[in-house]
């Protein structure tokens, strides 16, 4: 038997769905899932593992059109891994029209070699005419290696794509256990677990502007149990007092829910202490952005 492996990327505009067919294949929450654009910030990578193939998932920050400095950044991250993999997920919806955001992004993948599945997602949201009319219009348009139509959500036509998938990868090694599914650091996971609850629990503007950092996990000794202190950066004085909510009930939603799926996935019991810093601009600040492992 010849074992096949390689690296693989997901792109495509945000909302998509590019977190829920990730985490759809490999079975477990892994990357964040929200209702609202551009959540996903950390590169996440994840490994999916049969008996006769391994693919390890790089989930790109998302590729757009730079609007700040947060945004070349993703941009630059996203087209250095394109080069890089053997192949690319190019991931869109059921909006009728083919949009500037994936104009874009398809003119971005002309520059690069490492073939491209068009991956339609979201055909639960779609008839028959649709999903010919969406098809023949991206295959008019986009230079695809293969086209694809699933529902990550239903887990629909996941097998045929992983099968396409795998006709892309070269013969190579087992890089990671069977049974590794993630190379992210827990801390990073965790983050993404409290951002995850803050984009849930508070409506207002604020979210967008909002960082999570893990400052500190550490067993408590002779304990079974994980300390565990975040910090949550927000752009204004405003946005702070938001979070906290009245005599700190938002906060403490946030933190009791986030603190519920951390046990979840680290199996033990955990203390979260969460604190709300003031960090104007922090977008825009390198040091800032550094600390956050954006680069
Ligand atoms: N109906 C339907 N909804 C889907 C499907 N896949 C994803 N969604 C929904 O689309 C929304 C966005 O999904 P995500 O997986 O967060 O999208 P993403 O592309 O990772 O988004 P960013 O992290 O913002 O780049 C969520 O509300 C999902 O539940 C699908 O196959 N069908």
């Not at 700190?248 to 709300?276: C, F, M, P, Q, T």
Request: net charge neutral; proline share 4%.
């Amino acid at each position: 038997m010849t074992f096949k492996s390689g690296f693989v990327t997901i792109i495509g505009r945000p909302n998509v769905g590019k977190s829920t067919l990730m985490n759809e294949v490999v079975g477990q929450k892994i990357a964040i899932m929200s209702d609202k654009p551009q959540t996903t910030r950390n590169k996440i990578q994840s490994v999916y593992t049969e008996n006769d193939f391994q693919i390890v998932f790089i989930d790109t920050p998302g590729i757009h059109k730079p609007k700040h400095k947060l945004g070349d950044y993703m941009l630059k991250a996203a087209k250095d891994t394109l080069g890089e993999v053997d192949a690319i997920l190019f991931v869109v919806d059921d909006s009728t029209i083919i949009g500037p955001g994936d104009a874009f992004i398809m003119e971005e993948l002309k520059e690069i070699d490492t073939p491209v599945i068009l991956v339609m997602n979201k055909i639960d949201k779609m008839n028959q005419e649709q999903f010919n009319k969406l098809y023949e219009a991206y295959k008019a348009k986009g230079n695809f290696a293969d086209i694809v139509g699933i529902s990550a959500l239903e887990r629909a036509n996941l097998d045929v794509l992983i099968n396409k998938i795998v006709e892309f990868l070269p013969v190579g090694p087992q890089y990671f256990p069977a049974d590794m599914i993630t190379d992210q650091p827990e801390r990073l996971i965790v983050a993404e677990i409290i951002r995850e609850k803050i984009l849930h629990y508070i409506h207002e503007e604020v979210p967008h502007g909002v960082a999570v950092e893990t400052a500190m996990m550490k067993k408590r000794e002779g304990k079974d149990i994980i300390d565990i202190h975040a910090t949550i950066y927000c752009e204004k004085k405003s946005h702070k007092g938001i979070i906290i909510g009245k005599q700190g009930r938002k906060l403490k939603g946030v933190g009791k829910s986030a603190r519920e799926d951390i046990e979840k996935l680290l199996g033990s019991k955990v203390y979260l202490e969460l604190w709300v810093k003031i960090k104007e601009d922090w977008r825009n600040n390198q040091n800032t952005l550094k600390t956050l492992g954006y680069e």
